[in-house]
């Protein structure tokens, strides 16, 4: 541990770890909807950094795209069209916070006390100079097409599947005498 | 860097996903924590890629299929809790109880 601190890119980390975590931890106590939409946009943001220190350039970028770019906001059409409970006042959580930061806790120290019992003396190997874009490409095409097949069928059901529940069907309404 | 330092700070954020997990009431605050969790588990495979260089960059491409999955998953998410809170008029979890016996 005591060379630790003397690597650049370990003060790096530490400047991204704590901007991370403390954009997660308000990502779940935030008691604002939207806040909490932003908080998470600043965590991926931080995550998509700590790819770029790992070499995962083009994973790092399709977080940024794809998290931010879209998911995000998704998230933020559907606090508006459900009208999520936006003010201070409105109570975000639901009374059991101890049982859940006991569960938590429990979670995250069984994970740590794993992962260092197993991989406590494993280093991340140094960053070629080259990005791995083309051999991500090359193997998505290869080794992996079948997989990334039936991911983009999964898309596609979710595409229909989301129309299909989300649409408003009228004749239903007729037929109730105005519905819901 | 060691690799211990990405998957302590990935196991914090899945934490931090599993407290909002069971702590929010509100469905789309809900569905926020679960995409904190899926992010950690993006950081553990981009880290275990970083340690062990597969010849086929295996832990990137999961990443990505992970991402992929995850916007599937945000978007019928999200339309079911359209249609909740269109039936119902609220997207509170705890008031779902429609099922519960």
Do not use: C
Not at chain 1, 6 to 34: D, K, M, Q, Y
Not at chain 1, 101 to 126: C, N
Not at chain 2, 91 to 100: F, G, H, I, P, S
């Amino acid at each position: 541990m005591g060379g630790w601190f003397t690597e650049a890119s370990n003060w790096w980390f530490l400047i991204i770890a704590a901007f991370i975590v403390v954009a997660s931890f308000r990502v779940v106590t935030s008691g604002n909807v939207v806040h909490s939409a932003l908080f998470l946009v600043a965590s991926l943001a931080g995550t998509a950094g700590l790819f770029l220190m790992l070499g995962a350039q083009f994973v790092a970028w399709v977080l940024v795209l794809v998290y931010i770019g879209a998911v995000v906001v998704l998230f933020l059409f559907g606090i508006m069209i459900t009208r999520a409970p936006t003010g201070p006042k409105v109570e975000a959580d639901n009374p059991r916070k101890g049982f859940a930061a006991t569960a938590a806790t429990v979670t995250f120290a069984v994970m740590t006390y794993s992962s260092i019992s197993a991989f406590g003396h494993t280093e991340v190997s140094k960053v070629g100079s080259g990005t791995a874009t083309e051999l991500i490409g090359n193997q998505l095409m290869g080794r992996f097409v079948l997989p990334f097949e039936v991911v983009s069928f999964v898309l596609l059901a979710a595409l229909v599947g989301g129309i299909v529940l989300a649409r408003q069907d009228t004749s239903d309404d007729i037929e109730e005498g105005g519905g819901q | 860097m060691s690799l211990v330092q990405f998957l302590v700070l990935g196991a914090l954020m899945f934490s931090f996903g599993v407290y909002g997990l069971l702590v929010r009431r509100n469905a789309v605050m809900v569905l926020l924590a679960i995409e904190l969790m899926l992010n950690a588990v993006n950081l553990n495979l981009i880290a275990f890629e970083a340690a062990l260089r597969t010849a086929f960059a295996g832990g990137q491409v999961f990443a990505i299929f992970v991402i992929t999955v995850a916007a599937a998953e945000v978007g019928i998410g999200l339309a079911i809790v359209l249609l909740i809170f269109r039936n119902r008029r609220s997207a509170n979890v705890d008031e779902m109880d429609l099922m519960r016996w």
